[in-house]
């Protein structure tokens, strides 16, 4: 079909829909203003004037002009980096000790570079090599469109020449992976392998309506060292009780423990990932440790198509930059606290590790020492966001890894997002991810028994499914927000309240309800390579659920067989980081289940039926 007869997709406004909510939302909310502060929810009055003027903090609008928010974010960008490159501060000798006369600030950089070295131990190069793979994420000469193995390792393949010689030596470890990729470039000449860059490319992502979020586009081949590094550094910061997978959790929990006993101070960072120093990193980082790091890092960035040197050891889009600013700030907070107490030991006791805790720029430690630390940090180079640290113990508000607290209670709002799409298929999701989420909101604020009367936002959503002509999608507590409305517990007084109507819900003779949600389904990549995939899973073939399948199999065919059904399923699988970039659209999809009670089946309005 020609363009001209295609026909143009459905839109919708998310900029009206979002004013008439928020009107909605800032009348429920008006109620409870000049209430006092109730036993179950807490400060009611500040809870609800949060949601009336945080509900689109984050909200980014489709239709505003970014050009100026890109030249803002870059600008901020640059002048961190100004600020990093005009900034020095004095390091003590290689050979220096923690004596009566070290000032405070060498105590402290010498106690954080031993304690450094002991998180860090040996750098092992067949580690690195073994741990390193490829992200989910864009690189140049990858759209982030297709990111999958068999792109990336097409040739040319993006690397800077400091860190080509490190890939030519990682094909020799891997030879397996090295014969996949010349077997799926083919005739490709050897000297079209590489595609030698200066450095990264800038590039900004939505964040809300005053400022964009940049992020760095690393080079392929840079990218792959990078996360064997990151992968590294993990392993050794989980040994100290800094597990990333369980940390922002530790850390909504310390934030609520904080607002009540006001014993732990939250500290937080701007711009943290761009103000880790290399003269910081030289410092502290065990030399063949800072040698990788410099090795896979890029020198310059393009920033608006001009070559910026980069003042700092790195940016986010580089796998390292996260981990190494965690461990940076970790350190620093330890050392603050041995050198306060006046010990010369450089290591704290076991049972103390927890005295300290951060996740990137979220920094949770002992009041008392709020203060020099944060001085320390600055004394580096960070920039300590003031507004959102909280360090006084008669100061009752706590925030931490999007967990906000005052005296013990929640009062973190609900922030409304922006659509992924402005097309029609986009709406039907998006509302259910709005209601579903100030749905709890509302339960927390008005209670169980009366959230749902007389609500003016339950009222706009509502009618909002008539004027779209939705038919709503009754799902479990336990399904995705974006997959349907989870108002079934109290589904029998909505229905008296507003117009409702719903998709079929069956219930068979066995109990069981069977009914439709929305799924969102990425694009397949049609086109795999076997022999790559394959290399890509022998480097670590436990961490995959093929691997049970693939030990009980003999013949190199039948290894293939399976292998070629993962790849065709890990390819329909959720990417990471998929909120930043879903490729795809939403179906409607079937289930059932038997682990749901919906009251009153027989008696709601709507094709609902009881079999």
């Given amino acids: 079909m020609s363009r001209k007869g295609r026909k143009k997709p459905l839109l919708f406004q998310p900029d009206c829909i979002v004013t008439t909510i928020s009107q909605a939302v800032q009348r429920d909310m008006a109620s409870l203003m000049g209430s006092p502060t109730n036993v179950a929810v807490g400060p009611v009055a500040l809870i609800a004037e949060r949601q009336a003027n945080e509900l689109l903090k984050k909200f980014a609008s489709p239709s505003v002009d970014q050009q100026p928010l890109v030249t803002k974010t870059i600008q901020k960008f640059l002048d961190v980096n100004e600020h990093m490159g005009t900034w020095d501060f004095p390091v003590p000798t290689s050979d220096a000790r923690v004596q009566r006369h070290t000032s405070f600030e060498d105590g402290v950089l010498i106690r954080a570079r031993n304690l450094m070295k002991f998180v860090l131990t040996d750098f092992d190069e067949d580690e690195w090599f073994t741990r390193s793979k490829n992200s989910g994420g864009s690189s140049i000469g990858v759209p982030f469109t297709d990111t999958s193995p068999e792109r990336k390792f097409t040739f040319p393949i993006s690397v800077t020449a400091r860190a080509k010689p490190l890939f030519d030596q990682y094909m020799l470890f891997d030879s397996q992976l090295k014969s996949a990729i010349l077997y799926l470039n083919g005739q490709t000449p050897i000297g079209e392998m590489y595609n030698i860059v200066e450095g990264s490319r ?348 693939l030990i009980k199999r003999h013949t190199y065919r039948d290894v293939r067989s399976v292998l070629r059904d993962y790849t065709q399923q890990a390819d329909r699988e959720t990417p990471k980081w998929s909120s930043n970039r879903r490729i795809g659209g939403y179906v409607v999809a079937k289930s059932v289940t038997g682990h749901w009670s919906v009251p009153g089946i027989r008696h709601l309005r709507g094709p609902i039926a009881g079999d």
């Avoid at 995705?480 to 109290?490: C, F």
Wanted: proline content about 4%; charged content about 25%.
């Fill in 202 to 549: 800038a590039t900004t992502v939505e964040k809300n309506d005053t400022i964009r979020r940049q992020i760095a586009i690393e080079p392929t081949a840079n990218m792959f060292l990078q996360q064997g590094l990151m992968e590294m550094l993990y392993a050794r910061m989980k040994v100290v009780g800094l597990d990333v997978s369980v940390l922002p959790t530790e850390h909504v929990r310390r934030a609520e423990e904080a607002s009540i006993t006001g014993r732990q101070a939250t500290i937080d960072f701007s711009s943290a990932s761009d103000c880790v120093s290399i003269k910081l990193l030289r410092w502290l980082l065990p030399p063949k440790w800072f040698d990788a790091v410099m090795l896979v890092r890029c020198d310059t960035m393009s920033v608006a198509d001009v070559a910026t040197p980069l003042n700092m050891v790195s940016t986010m889009g580089n796998a390292g930059t996260f981990p190494l600013m965690t461990l940076t700030l970790w350190t620093l907070a330890h050392a603050v606290r041995l050198a306060k107490e006046n010990t010369y030991s450089s290591y704290p006791a076991w049972e103390d590790l927890k005295e300290v805790s951060v996740f990137g720029d979220d920094c949770i430690v002992s009041s008392d020492l709020a203060a020099d630390f944060i001085a320390v940090a600055e004394y580096v180079g960070f920039l300590v966001n003031r507004e959102k640290s909280h360090i006084e113990p008669t100061d009752k508000f706590r925030e931490s890894c999007g967990g906000d607290f005052l005296t013990g209670y929640n009062v973190r709002p609900f922030n409304l997002r922006a659509p992924t799409s402005c097309r029609l298929s986009s709406l039907e999701p998006w509302l259910y991810v709005i209601g579903n989420g100030l749905l709890k909101k509302y339960r927390s604020y008005f209670g169980d028994l009366t959230y749902m009367y007389e609500k003016r936002f339950f009222e706009t959503l509502f009618r909002l499914f008539v004027e779209y002509k939705i038919q709503v999608k009754l799902v479990p507590d336990d399904m995705p927000d974006d997959a349907g409305l989870k108002i079934s517990n109290d589904i029998e007084r909505f229905v008296l309240c507003y117009p409702i109507t719903f998709s079929e819900i069956h219930k068979s003779k066995q109990g069981s309800y069977s009914f439709k949600y929305l799924r969102f389904v990425y694009k397949t990549r049609r086109a795999t390579n076997d022999d790559v995939r394959y290399a890509v899973w022998l480097k670590t073939p436990r961490r995959s659920s093929l691997y049970n399948a």
